[in-house]
Structure formats: C-alpha cells, structure tokens
C-alpha cells in the first residue's frame, strides 16, 4: 500500500467511522481536521482529476475529460464555466494566469495572459481630475484590457498544438453557454457577495446597484440575488457564442471589442479599440525554488509567485516538522517569513518590461539565509505599511490520465470587479488596474500598455521534474500565506490534501477600512496558540471558522508510483474536487 494512503485513509474514514461504527476503536486518526463540511474527504481516481470552486464547473472539466480532452482542454471549459456561475470572482472582463505541465515533452510552462493599461491611462489623466488614487470601482477602473479571453485562446492553441487535442475549440464553450442561456441556481458565495454588494449607504465602493448594467444583470426585481435564485445571463450567452464560433479575435478585434470600447466612450472611460487590438498574451519561464528536496514553481512577475516563494526558500532554514501543525512557532514562522517576502514584493514588483527585478537574488539560499537569521521566535516584526485587504480571484487544478497537468488562477480583483458590465456584452469589466500607483515614483506607478503587479499566482510542486502537487488559492494577500500553509502540511506534516487545505487558516494583513495590519486566526485554532501569537505581538483578531476571508484553495496530490490522483476542495466556497 502506498505510503501517502495511510493518512489519505484516515481523512477518508473518518466521517465513516463516527457514522457507522463510532464504537470501533479499531480506526487511528491522527488528525483532527478529517471530517470536513464539505464532506469531499480524499477524493481518489486514476483517469483524471479536476478541483475548481464551483461544482458545476468541476463536472464541466471532468466531462472533457471523458471525452477524450486533455488537462488544458478541461482547464478552459472549468475556466469559461466560472466565468458565468462564479461571476463576483472571475468574468470573461478579467485576466489569467497558467502554469501548463507538458507531459510528453517533460516541461513546465507559464502563461501570463493579463492585460495592459490604456494608452490614455497616465497619472496626469486622474490627478488632474482630482483624484488622489485611482478608483476602485466605475469606468476609470476599468482601466486595463482584459486579458481572460486571449489566455483560454492561447491555451487551446497549445492543446493543439503540442498535445494534438481532438476536442473543437466550442466543446469547451458548451457547458458555459447552457448556464448563461438557460440559467444557474445561485450558488452560497454569489448570494453572499451580492448582498454585500448591495449596500446603498456606501456610495463609492459597495453600492454596485448604481451602476444600470449591472443591476440589470446581477440584481432581480431591484434585490440582491439570494441563494437558489434562477440567475441567467443572456447577453453573456451569447459573448460567449460568438467567441465560441468565431475565435477569441472577435473579443479584441471585432464586435465584441466594438461594445465594450462603445460603452467606455460613452461613459468617460478609457479603453480603445487600438488597446484591445494591440493585447498580448506572453508564454514566460516559470521560476522555481527548493523545497525539502522538491521543487516550486511559480510565475515570474508581473506576478507576486515570487512572494510565495521566498516564502518556502525561508522556511527551508526552520524545522517546520519538529514545531508540530497546530504550535504557535508554527504559525509564528510563516507570518514573520511572510512578512520578510512581502518588503521585496513590495519594493520590487512590477511589470519587468518597465522595472529591472534581481529575481536570481532574492530567489537564492543565500538571500533566504539572511531573511531568516532576521525573524526572531519570540517576536513579531512590526510593519507599517498597511496590506492590501484582499482580491477575489477563482484558483482551479486539472490532472490528466496522461500526466498532463495545469494550475490556473482567473480573476477581476475586487469582488464583481469594477462593478462595470459593458452594454450588450454581459461582460463584466476588471478593476485590476486600480492597483496602480499615482506617485510617479512609486514601483508599480502607472504607464499607459503597463501590466500592473499581480497577486495572482498558481503554484506547483514538482518531484523529480515531474508534478507532485498542483496547488493555488484566491486571495490577494492570503495567496502567498495559503500555499504555504498547503506545502508545509503537506510536505511537512504528511497531511492528505483535503487535510491541508481544511486545516485551520491565518491570514496577515487589513481588512476593508481599517489603516493597520493584523493577523486574523479561524476560531478553530487552539486558544494557547492565539494567547501565545498575542503575547509575540502579534495583533491577533479571531474570525469565524471557515470563512471564505481565507481564500478559497485547492490541490491535486499525484502519487507518482502508483499514477493515483487525489483531489482537494476548500469547504469555505462551493466547490468540488473529483475525478473518475
């Protein structure tokens, strides 16, 4: 029996074991996080495996796998389908991220399919209006071209390319275009996130009903939508059929593009025709460190992968093991290493075309060595500056019979990004570009045609070169923390990936409003442990188990010996890991 089943077992058994036979002393767990609410303990299978944050756009995936797709075919049917049933975290109006594994040529590759800001995005155009940053939600953050689109496009072209699919580029539309057509229920997250969204006493940021296109789409007889609503999108039904039948060209070059670009001029904003024409997506060399004999990989910048990975090359000079999973120093170390990675991300994060980043450095040993030699056990660092409180983002894994493999993360940053639904399209626009910064000196300042710093960033770990863990998470500033915490436990702890990504979760950073940091701890971690991060100095602020202020994350364990594949889903969204 494999190894990693001992554990897998356990986190599988137990539910059982308190259902049927809780007399049965027979059954070891070792771990008090098995039994999750999401009840999707350990899923295993040989054929395939797909994990996303909606269960109906996991079945899309698996169902292209059954028909012969491979792991990026069944990544852009699970992407395209979360673009409509999980709209308040990703929209055809925002950009992706791929980390494709190549199995037959044994070669990792990144994709960066983001946008640019528009030649008329430049500083003088918001200070001269007033604005002391740019906005977060309206037309003038809608200032960069979607990228979403171009990366399916790009994805599928690979597939065939280089894979030899036989799936037709409008097989992976169909799944998405019946739920826009006929309709989906409303899934837990979208009610929450559109009764947040609904708040008519917040005038600049929440009250998104102002916005005509929006309501149309996103309110039903003027309330927010509420869980089991029919929700059905018919303008994006058919965005997504012309897409689907005449190519991703006719999203930047043709009627599509033409709407959108209508509707900004019509309403003061600032994306043209020329900066939907001229977008581009860029394959790029993923960067990687060691980690306990493995392998990590990520995406170069403009992403923040290179956060989450001084992160483990840092916890490489700590034995993480000998803390146990559930300690205070446990905890304490990542939060302090995460700290340490976060004043490089900051100081250096930027699109690479516009900034010299010395990414060989602060990837090094030598550079973790010396980010560790300063974090001390007993205390906290402070940190002035505040962090951003969070982005809303969809991370979904796909592994193939074949090996192939895929991570992905699709975003519009804020939750329903800018609140803007171009006119006739459906689409949803992205808010990312209100990341930039108006100080012309500061690293990420905007430019027009820049890519601003992303906190996007799908991760996997390989063993031997080849895939071991296919792992990622939403959640702006929690990314970095959560593949963390998903490596270590499993790595470290021997967790199964459901164990992993159900266990108790931190996050350091703000929330909305506030103008300091702190580190949130889920009520299910032992009271010792947030006295004891307290008394480090930490500020510790307890939050309700299982929130989705967590991120929603996910992984998929291949058990190289065997060819098993086992799936896991976050109990803090909708989501699903199967595979057959």
Known sequence: MPPFFTRAAAGALTLCAALLCPADGALAVSSSYCATPSMSANPLAVNGMVTSPHHLATQAGLDILRRGGNAVDAAVAVAVTLAVVYPQMCTPGGDNFWLIYDAGAGR???????????????????????????????????????????????????????LHTPMAWKDLFASAIGYAENGVPVSTSLARWSAINADVQDSTFRNLQRFPEFAKVFMKNGAPLAEGDMFRQPDLARTLKTIAEKGAAEFYTGSIARKITADMEKHGGLLTMKDFASHKVDWVEPVSVEYRGLTACNLPPSTQGMASLEILNILNNFNIKDMGESSADYYHAIIEATKEAFLDRDRYLSDPDFVSIPLKELLSREHGRAQAARIRMDRAAT??????????TVWLGVVDKDGNAVSLIQSIYHDFGSGIVAEGTGVLLQNRGSFFSLDPAHVNSLMPKKRTMHTLNPAMLLKNGRPLLVYGTMGGEGQPQTQAAVVTRVVDFGMTPQEAVTAPRWLYGRTWGAESNDVKLEGRIPPSVTQELAKRGHPVNVVEDYTDTMGHAGAILIHQDTGILQGAADPRSDGLAAGY
């Not at 002035?384 to 809303?392: A, E, M, R, S």
């Open 108 to 162: 990792l590759l990144g994709l960066n399919a983001s946008g640019r800001s528009g030649e008329n995005a430049t500083i003088d155009f918001y200070t001269s209006r007033g604005f002391p940053k740019i906005p977060s939600r309206g037309y003038l953050a809608a200032n960069t071209v979607p990228g979403a689109v171009s990366g399916w496009d790009e994805a599928y072209r690979f597939s065939r390319s280089a």
């Open 383 to 392: 940190s002035k500056k505040p962090l951003d409180p969070k982005g809303d």
